[in-house]
């Protein structure tokens, strides 16, 4: 097994359910068993399916009223049976459009005048009747099926372009820009009732799937059939299909023949006949997944009753699993917030909202970090609230990029297609080797006299501290076994206790001598006198300093090498040469200092490793 761990900025995003005050309560969602979401989010409001009688309605909540909704709410009614779905523009915050089974597609504009009077009735402590609360009208109704209209779509680069999926086994594209106008397109192909649809983020390509258990390709403005296909899951349950983002890449989700529930991801380049190109298992609930692209490159998966939400990292087309936001309360339907609207100062990368029983409650996933400031790594441009394209443009046949926006500064961000997902910033290296340490100073060469004490030698200089790492860069390591050095710590399960940051900068390198040490530094110097005698001084330069006298006295030269029978060289100052004996003895002892100076900064090493894990413990805990 690997020692290391893969880099990742999301590793430790975790899932906050709003506080009470802010889940918006007393909400009757529909009990209708169409497979839909069931609510839609823009930035400024929630959509919700409603639970009505005398035909279909669906609520517009404002994600500022929040608590219990008065018993008489405001609705859009305008279909003759239940609305099956809604979906917000991407360029308008306040125009949703819906299916119903009554087969028709309406568009709605939000009158924020209702709310107001509503909020002043609740002020005033007046609950009205059923005469006296506004109801939203439509503003425009189109015809697209005999049957069902069953999910509808906004493209996602131009203006007023919808997909409308029908109960005859069709897809419809409709210029919303021109009320009570026939589709523009029709996309035809599918044996059965289509499940699920998505636009690519140009919207070159739209991915659908059906009860057929096949995955289709389309060409949006290309009447007729799909330009590729292939089969799915093989389950008889509902799949859903997901585009991620701006890659070639597409994520669903459905069941197994054993009704195991799975993820596919596919190329989509090679959808034509072809295979997944990663397959993950989650387990054998009944429940349909619903799958939620993030442009951080992270996959939600939200199941229809169950209580928690799963979260994967894309990385070279795989999917590695972070962790999962668990709740006791069931999800009947999810959606996400545009990311525009997120919350950079709390570091919210992603923002959910869950229908539950009689309630819709918010879920924050948010990345811990110490830094206040706006953390650029973790939040790319995001798409922008203006259109590329108008929709005669498009269906004429342009196409362009998604127009992006800078979530710190607001402003508009290149408008390119969202790049090859890469290794999160600032990113380790896969293996981390010991930090580069100045080496030792190189020994003097012998001199004619040797020096009487060590205090001067590199055994007693303090190494120089390895580079600090950045605070936010994160460790690509697991932990390793215990060293010496962190066995003299206060240890917790990762080797330390207290604030371990402070733990390796306080520590004091080179330790000081103990007495055994320093009664060996004794000895060594009373071995020193009895070889040169008691008169014996110490020769220039053993106090670790060099007097000017000395440097005129210095050669500038070396002596050349006496021959083998060359008489016994005399020093200067009258003392005997060094014996070859006692020079062994002083490069042996040299050769043990450097080792001791390269085992205390692999020491050094080792506790600033073991106290960086503990406090990425502690923060991730």
Same mark, same amino acid.
């Given at each position: 097994?690997?020692?290391?761990?893969?880099?990742?900025?999301?590793?430790?995003?975790?899932?906050?359910?709003?506080?009470?005050?802010?889940?918006?309560?007393?909400?009757?969602?529909?009990?209708?068993?169409?497979?839909?979401?069931?609510?839609?989010?823009?930035?400024?409001?929630?959509?919700?399916?409603?639970?009505?009688?005398?035909?279909?309605?669906?609520?517009?909540?404002?994600?500022?009223?929040?608590?219990?909704?008065?018993?008489?709410?405001?609705? *859009?009614? /305008?279909?003759?049976?239940?609305? @099956?779905?809604?979906?917000?523009? $991407?360029?308008? !915050?306040? +125009? %949703?459009?819906?299916?119903?089974?009554?087969?028709?597609?309406?568009?709605?504009?939000?009158?924020?005048?209702?709310?107001?009077?509503?909020?002043?009735?609740?002020?005033?402590?007046?609950?009205?009747?059923?005469?006296?609360?506004?109801?939203?009208?439509?503003?425009?109704?189109?015809?697209?099926?005999?049957?069902?209209?069953?999910?509808?779509?906004?493209?996602?680069?131009?203006?007023?372009?919808?997909?409308? *999926?029908? /109960?005859?086994?069709?897809?419809? @594209?409709?210029?919303?820009?021109? $009320?009570?106008? !026939?589709? +523009? %397109?029709?996309?035809?192909?599918?044996?059965?009732?289509?499940?699920?649809?998505?636009?690519?983020?140009?919207?070159?390509?739209?991915?659908?799937?059906?009860?057929?258990?096949?995955?289709?390709?389309?060409?949006?403005?290309?009447?007729?059939?799909?330009v590729a296909e292939t089969d799915g899951h093989q389950g008889i349950k509902g799949q859903r299909v997901c585009w991620m983002g701006g890659l070639d890449r597409i994520a669903t989700?459905?069941?197994?023949?054993?009704?195991?529930?799975?993820?596919?991801?596919?190329?989509?380049?090679?959808?034509?006949?072809?295979?997944?190109?990663?397959t993950v298992t989650l387990d054998t609930s009944s429940g349909v997944i619903m799958p939620f692209w993030s442009d951080n490159n992270l996959l939600f998966l939200a199941g229809k009753g169950d209580g928690n939400i799963r979260y994967y990292e894309y990385e070279n087309d795989d999917l590695h699993y972070l962790t999962q936001y668990t709740s006791s309360e069931p999800q009947r339907g999810m959606t996400f917030l545009p990311r525009r609207a997120l919350n950079t100062s709390a570091n919210e990368i992603m923002r959910a909202f869950k229908t539950t029983k009689s309630a819709v409650e918010p879920v924050s996933f948010i990345v811990p970090r110490k830094e206040q400031s706006f953390q650029s790594d973790i939040y790319p441009p995001a798409p922008a609230s203006e259109p590329a394209l108008s929709a005669a443009d498009y269906f004429a046949g342009k196409n362009a990029s998604p127009k992006l926006v800078n979530l710190e500064t607001g402003a508009a961000a290149a408008a390119a297609p969202t790049p090859a997902p890469a290794a999160p910033s600032p990113a380790p290296a896969p293996a981390r080797s010991p930090s580069p340490t100045p080496a030792p100073a190189p020994a003097p060469e012998p001199t004619p006299a040797p020096e009487p004490e060590r205090s001067s030698t590199p055994a007693l200089a303090e190494p120089a501290p390895a580079p600090a790492r950045p605070p936010s860069e994160p460790l690509s390591f697991v932990p390793e076994e215990e060293t010496p050095a962190t066995a003299s710590v206060g240890k917790s399960s990762y080797g330390v206790t207290g604030n371990p940051s402070r733990i390796a900068a306080n520590a004091i390198w080179p330790p000081p001598l103990t007495d055994e040490e320093r009664e060996r530094e004794e000895e060594k110097k009373r071995e020193y006198k009895s070889s040169y005698g008691a008169s014996a001084t110490a020769p220039a330069g053993a106090s670790g300093t060099t007097t000017p006298k000395e440097k005129e006295q210095a050669p500038v030269t070396a002596p050349p090498s006496p021959g083998p029978h060359a008489a016994t060289p005399q020093a200067s100052n009258g003392l005997a040469a060094v014996d070859p004996t006692a020079n062994a003895k002083l490069e042996a002892e040299l050769r043990e200092a450097r080792a001791r100076i390269r085992e205390l900064e692999l020491q050094v090493e080792s506790m600033k490793a073991n106290a960086k894990r503990a406090a990425d413990a502690l923060l991730g805990a």
């Open positions: 097994m690997s020692r290391f761990v893969r880099p990742s900025s999301y590793r430790h995003v975790y899932g906050e359910r709003a506080k009470k005050e802010l889940i918006h309560e007393n909400v009757r969602v529909t009990q209708n068993a169409w497979d839909t979401n069931g609510l839609s989010s823009s930035a400024l409001y929630l959509s919700v399916n409603w639970q009505a009688s005398g035909g279909g309605a669906f609520a517009i909540i404002p994600h500022t009223l929040t608590g219990k909704l008065p018993d008489l709410f405001p609705l *859009a009614r /305008g279909h003759s049976a239940p609305v @099956l779905d809604t979906a917000w523009s $991407p360029f308008d !915050d306040r +125009v %949703v459009a819906s299916a119903g089974d009554d087969g028709n597609v309406f568009v709605w504009k939000v009158d924020d005048a209702v709310f107001a009077r509503l909020e002043a009735n609740e002020n005033e402590g007046k609950k009205g009747t059923a005469a006296e609360v506004e109801d939203f009208a439509p503003q425009a109704r189109f015809d697209a099926s005999g049957r069902k209209v069953g999910y509808v779509e906004f493209h996602p680069t131009a203006s007023n372009v919808l997909a409308a *999926a029908t /109960g005859d086994q069709t897809v419809r @594209l409709f210029d919303v820009g021109r $009320p009570g106008s !026939d589709s +523009v %397109v029709t996309l035809s192909g599918h044996k059965d009732a289509i499940q699920s649809m998505s636009f690519n983020s140009t919207g070159t390509l739209l991915a659908t799937t059906s009860r057929d258990r096949r995955l289709r390709l389309f060409d949006p403005r290309t009447p007729g059939g799909p989700t459905g069941f197994s023949k054993m009704s195991d529930r799975q993820v596919f991801l596919w190329d989509a380049g090679k959808i034509d006949g072809g295979k997944p190109i990663k």
